[in-house]
């Protein structure tokens, strides 16, 4: 029995229990965790961290624009966010007479400040458990398709009743733990966000693509906004009469600096993260999907870069787009390496082979088996889902093209695509990589899985370049004039377009003949992977006596993350210390490269050694630090507090070594990386001589 026992523990060691500062956890739920945060230095209370009957940290934390974390530190409004958050609103207000992502941006008074159009930001009003409410009228019986309808019916009736569009409220209803478990999350919107400020790229991407996941960084990742509200502090649509929202609860700026070791709390976003799927699913990502996703993009950013050095207007327009494409394509190759070095595939399989064995006569017997089967028969679909994603969805045109087919009975609407398209479009680059991308997907799309409209026209014209010469040249599509007068009047014509025709065929082939086989072995999937869950926590709670080290997923809703200051071993002989200065800035500049070409005015500052009073205990000016906390995409933009609640950084990135945390968290390679708050209050103070923006905020020094 006992041997028995000590084989599950360390087969359970690998999968289940959790590692030192790993974690996402429900801020509802913090009290759980509260003592372990306390034992490891934390100094607040749980009611501190969230709290519906008084202000906490939770008002001082927004979801930014949808897909990023953004924090208030000041009673007017004034938030941070990261400089990547941010870029695709610096671009929409950039030009070549008005660059402001090379030169930078900085409202010096209120009326300078941006509108942005389509922005907004979501407070966390409060969450709930309500998981009673969302299964009512659940049968064991019912099929998986029953379940989701009511599952939705329920959720639907549930968020309506917690909503008030009038003030603001949006609720929403989520899953967690693949469906065993559900929370309302009610959020107060803003919709009037305006941009105050922004260093140059030079700071803000400083390192760019090559440094991008990367440590040591020194990357000034952060931009700045404010949110506005109507004279009563309420939501509202954007309004010269509008004032600045003045919050519940706004961050203090700690001017105290790091040490390693020193406490570390992330409050935000994350987006998405896999922690509990079976080894099968991880092997698909090690070895099929990582690998030629990166090839599909390693493509697509050549050709990018190519005329984007030679242009500075076509650099303008393709900055977001890059950036975009760059960002997934270089964490796939850290995370195909991370999970190759911890074996993460041979340890599930270890511990799904203990697992069945603890699940012989229960309801989860088999349970693993059954994921393996249905891995196998998704593989393929996944496979083409993916390179339908990488590369048919990647040709601009003919997404340009279904949107404009879609809305031609709105002729303003159609003005209005054709308008924001244009103004970042570059033929020569969408030419170029249908002909490359076309090419892969010939090379390595399996017969069955291609359509016979590719096959027929790679016959017909000999070659993806040959086709891609014929679509460009045909297509009216490309014509910024002709599109904006296009009416619903047009349809017929504008529908034999070679490049509507590429978008529809490839469409109809990919919602007949492989969506729905997707679709329908991930609702198998799903309702596997639900019971998979349970089963895990059962097991877990049978060897332990305990299910407190489960955390939900990630699901782009506001969690907490808890770690410490702390450098890594990259590979042997290497320590990394897990802090960076000014001085490591200057070591990379280089005006020759232009991911590296700093401004002029950071040179003379360091010259002249010009610091002001954001300088740590050597003189220098800190940059950037990591931490142990467990972050993912979403992440970005996040407060990093140390142990009192104040405001210590901004986190932007994790470290390249530790990318595969979304499926696997290790204690000695994962370290998310943030910027220190005092090269921030530098840059503003210093560089962009924004003073005034310095005096709304408090500091503790």
Same mark, same amino acid.
């Given at each position: 029995m006992k041997k028995t026992l000590l084989t599950i523990l360390t087969a359970l060691a690998p999968v289940l229990a959790l590692h030192a500062d790993e974690g996402m956890w429900l801020p509802a739920l913090i009290q759980q965790r509260i003592i372990d945060m306390q034992h490891k230095g934390f100094r607040l209370e749980a009611e501190d961290i969230y709290s519906i009957n008084q202000a906490s940290l939770k008002d001082a934390v927004v979801l930014f624009d949808g897909g990023c974390t953004g924090e208030l530190i000041s009673p007017d409004g004034l938030l941070l966010t990261n400089h990547h958050c941010g870029y695709d609103r610096i671009q929409e207000h950039s030009s070549v007479e008005h660059d402001y992502l090379r030169d930078g941006f900085w409202a010096m008074t209120r009326e300078q400040e941006l509108p942005n159009k389509g922005i907004f930001v979501r407070f966390l009003d409060r969450m709930e458990d309500v998981t009673a409410a969302v299964l009512k009228g659940y049968d064991p019986s019912m099929t998986e398709d029953e379940?989701? =309808?009511?599952?939705?019916e329920n959720s639907k009736s549930i968020s309506l009743q917690a %909503? &008030?569009? #009038?003030?603001g409220l949006k609720a929403i209803v989520?899953?967690?733990?693949?469906?065993n478990q559900y929370f309302l999350f009610v959020y107060r919107e803003f919709t009037d966000v305006r941009l105050v400020g922004a260093p140059p790229s030079a700071i803000g991407k400083f390192g760019g693509d090559t440094d991008n996941w990367m440590w040591p960084r020194h990357t000034g990742d952060f931009s700045m906004f404010r949110i506005y509200a109507d004279r009563d502090n309420n939501p509202a649509a954007y309004s010269p009469d509008n004032v600045p929202y003045h919050p519940k609860k706004y961050f203090k700026i700690s001017l105290q600096g790091i040490n390693e070791g020193d406490f570390t709390f992330i409050y935000g976003y994350p987006g998405s993260t896999r922690e509990y799927i079976h080894s099968a699913g991880v092997r698909y990502v090690e070895e099929v999907s990582d690998p030629h996703k990166i090839n599909l993009r390693t493509i697509r950013l050549d050709i990018q870069k190519k005329?984007? &050095? !030679?242009?500075? &207007?076509?650099?303008?327009?393709? %900055? /977001?787009?890059? =950036? %975009?494409? /760059?960002? =997934?394509?270089?964490?796939?190759q850290g995370e195909s390496k991370g999970l190759r070095k911890l074996k993460t595939v041979s340890r599930k399989q270890q511990f799904e082979s203990e697992f069945e064995k603890w699940a012989e006569g229960s309801e989860y017997e088999g349970i693993t088996r059954r994921l393996d089967s249905l891995y196998a028969l998704l593989g393929p679909y996944s496979f083409a889902t993916d390179y339908y994603n990488e590369s048919v969805r990647a040709v601009?045109? =003919?997404?340009? !093209? #279904?949107?404009?087919?879609? !809305?031609? %009975?709105?002729? &303003?609407?159609?003005?209005?695509l054709s308008e924001d398209f244009f103004k970042d479009y570059y033929g020569p680059i969408d030419r170029e990589c249908f002909a490359a991308l076309m090419e892969q997907y010939d090379r390595n799309v399996p017969e069955e899985f291609k359509p016979e409209y590719f096959t027929s026209n790679m016959s017909r014209y000999g070659s993806a370049a040959a086709w891609a010469d014929a679509l460009y040249s045909a297509t009216l599509f490309t014509d910024r004039e002709r599109v904006a007068s296009l009416r619903e009047e047009d349809r017929e014509a504008a529908a034999a377009d070679p490049a509507a025709e590429f978008a529809r065929e490839f469409s109809e082939w990919f919602s007949s003949e492989v969506l729905p086989r997707y679709i329908a072995l991930n609702r198998e999937l799903q309702l596997a992977n639900r019971d998979y869950m349970r089963g895990q926590m059962e097991y877990a709670k049978a060897v332990t006596g305990t299910t407190d080290n489960f955390y939900p997923d990630a699901n782009l809703t506001l969690r907490v993350a808890y770690g410490h200051v702390q450098g890594y071993y990259p590979s042997d002989g290497i320590y990394y210390y897990p802090y960076s200065t000014m001085k490591g800035i200057m070591e990379k500049d280089n005006p020759e490269i232009f991911d590296y070409n700093i401004p002029q005015s950071l040179r003379d500052l360091y010259a002249s050694k010009d610091y002001g009073r954001w300088t740590d205990s050597t003189g220098e000016v800190p940059v950037c630090f990591i931490a142990t906390n467990h972050t993912t995409g979403g992440n970005s933009g996040s407060p990093v507090i140390n142990a009192e609640g104040n405001l210590i950084g901004i986190n932007f990135d994790r470290v390249w070594e530790g990318t595969m945390s979304d499926l696997d968290f290790d204690p000695d390679f994962c370290r998310n990386i943030s910027l220190d708050i005092r090269y921030v209050m530098f840059t503003i103070d210093k560089v962009a001589g924004a003073g005034h923006l310095l005096d709304e905020m408090t500091f503790v020094e």
């Open positions: 379940r989701a =309808a009511l599952v939705a %909503s &008030d569009p #009038e003030q989520e899953g967690l733990y693949y469906g005329y984007m &050095d !030679a242009s500075q &207007d076509v650099r303008i327009r393709y %900055s /977001a787009k890059n =950036a %975009s494409v /760059a960002n =997934a394509w270089k964490k796939w601009e045109i =003919a997404r340009f !093209a #279904e949107r404009i087919m879609n !809305a031609l %009975s709105e002729p &303003d609407r159609v003005r209005e």
